[in-house]
């Protein structure tokens, strides 16, 4: 045998031994792997109940049929929120079924209260926060079970279905490895687990950066131009709290989004509870939404009202996360804040509320007439435009990335003759 021919045969082997290797690809996804391609693409450490929460998330195998994930309508580049500006409401993952709501931003859950009786004496409807505009879902993990079983979302017919599905996945073998194996044999069990890893991953530090302009502004890392600074101070400027009113413009809008006065406490901009600030009709026609008013679990005292209350929403990265309220009502931000200047202003020619209800809708003293110069509608929308995280808008590549780890996982089976 020639030298030649004896590197070809070696070759051959190799080639022949590689042609193997999907087989031993096959051994199941490893923590340390499924974390290092992850960092690839984050910078980030995750905890393994984040990281399969992660795939949870971004698995656009989980609806029915496949095609939607959380991610579809939470997208990492449009603040987590529905990248689809043109849609004021979300669309399922049937084509032409809609909500009747806008999907809200995710970031900062971790730090929003569970649904429950509210401490402030001063609180509108005695309650606080929870999750979707009616604060419906208590905790994250509730919410996070709604979705797949919703028609209008993915679509899914029960819970068998969803878990079936994830016992499927390319990290069906990392979730056992969290919660046991044989955790797929109890579908209720089971549920409550992918719902826990998604709330992880909901919490996790990825989507609590605090690393926007205003942050560091607050860490003295950083300058607001003056127009984004005349802005913080017409926000930050309310009735309690402005020494001249005559002289002194304030925007009222801490008075809901409310943040602490100092750096004792993350600057989450809700007061967490809610409020009916008027917004219209998404058309004449649509079904009038009474949010809190529509729930059937609380009610409010003999004479009050709940109805066109929703949970102020945290303002983090809302620069991202158009179009804006509960309904999507309002194109940008713009739109927004010059609502808020002029609600009540009849020149401006707003439709009325969606629900004009004169126990809750919020009064003229504190938004609908504040009498602000478009420069300083202006200067809010700046402002607001400072909230927006870092390096989210990379994070897109996220769901890409997901989905062909998917796809090598799929390819490899094939291969193997493994089958599904
Ligand atoms: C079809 C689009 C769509 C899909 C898919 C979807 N969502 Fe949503 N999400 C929405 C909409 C719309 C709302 C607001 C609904 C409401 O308030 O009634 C919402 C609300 C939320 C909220 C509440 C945020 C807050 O501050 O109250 C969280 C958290 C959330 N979704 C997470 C998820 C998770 C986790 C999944 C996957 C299991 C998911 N979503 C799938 C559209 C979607
Ligand atoms: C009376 C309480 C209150 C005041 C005052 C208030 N807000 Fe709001 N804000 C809310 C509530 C509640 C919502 C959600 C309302 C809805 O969609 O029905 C909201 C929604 C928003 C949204 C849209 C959020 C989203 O995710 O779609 C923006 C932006 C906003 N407010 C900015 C401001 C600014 C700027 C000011 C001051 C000019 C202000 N708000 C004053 C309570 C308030």
Not at 149 to 157: K, S
Request: hydrophobic share 40%; proline share 8%; net charge negative.
């Amino acid at each position: 045998m020639t030298r030649t021919s004896r590197v070809k045969l070696v070759a051959l082997a190799a080639l022949a031994l590689l042609l193997t290797v999907p087989h031993m690809a096959l051994a199941k996804l490893k923590l340390p792997d499924a974390s290092a391609e992850i960092a690839k693409f984050t910078g980030l450490q995750f905890t393994p109940t984040e990281l399969v929460g992660l795939f949870l998330f971004f698995d656009t195998t989980l609806s029915e049929p496949a095609g939607q994930s959380c991610a579809s309508c939470h997208f990492p580049g449009a603040g987590f929120d529905d990248p689809d500006n043109d849609l004021p409401v979300s669309e399922g993952v049937i084509p032409g079924l809609f909500g009747t709501r806008n999907a809200p931003t995710m970031p900062y859950v971790a730090f929003l209260p569970d649904f429950g009786p509210n401490p402030n004496p001063f609180s509108l409807t005695g309650f606080q926060g929870g999750f979707f505009w009616d604060g419906r879902a208590a905790t994250v993990a509730d919410q996070a079970k709604q979705p797949f079983l919703n028609p209008v979302e993915m679509n899914n017919a029960n819970k068998d279905e969803v878990v079936l599905k994830v016992s499927k996945t390319f990290y069906a073998g990392l979730f056992e490895d969290i919660w046991g194996v044989g955790v797929f044999d109890n579908t209720e069990t089971a549920y409550d687990k992918i719902a826990e890893s998604i709330a992880a991953f909901e919490k996790c530090q990825m989507l609590r950066q605090f690393n926007s302009k205003y942050d560091l502004f607050l860490a003295g890392k950083a300058k607001l131009t003056p127009l984004e600074e005349e802005g913080r101070l017409l926000f930050t400027t309310n009735f309690l709290n402005n020494p001249d009113p005559a002289n002194t413009p304030q925007a009222n809008c801490t008075f809901c989004h409310a943040i602490p006065n100092d750096n004792s406490a993350p600057h989450l901009f809700t007061d967490n509870d809610y409020h009916n600030i008027g917004v219209p009709p998404l058309t004449p026609a649509t079904t009038q939404d009474i949010g809190l008013g529509g729930r059937t679990d609380i009610a409010p005292p003999a004479g009050g009202s709940f109805n066109g209350l929703f949970k102020t929403p945290t303002l983090r990265n809302i620069a991202l996360s158009g179009p804006y309220g509960h309904n999507g009502f309002f194109t940008s931000l713009k739109e927004i804040v010059h609502f808020y200047n002029t609600r009540d202003v009849p020149e401006a020619g707003w439709p009325g509320p969606d629900v004009p209800d004169p126990i809750t809708l919020a009064p003229t003293f504190l938004m609908g007439n504040l009498g602000l110069s478009d420069n300083q509608e202006n200067a809010i929308v700046a402002f607001l435009e400072t909230l927006t995280d870092r390096g989210l808008k990379s994070l897109d590549r996220l769901a890409k990335h997901v989905d062909n780890m998917r796809h090598q996982d799929e390819q490899q089976n094939k291969g193997s003759g493994k089958g599904k």
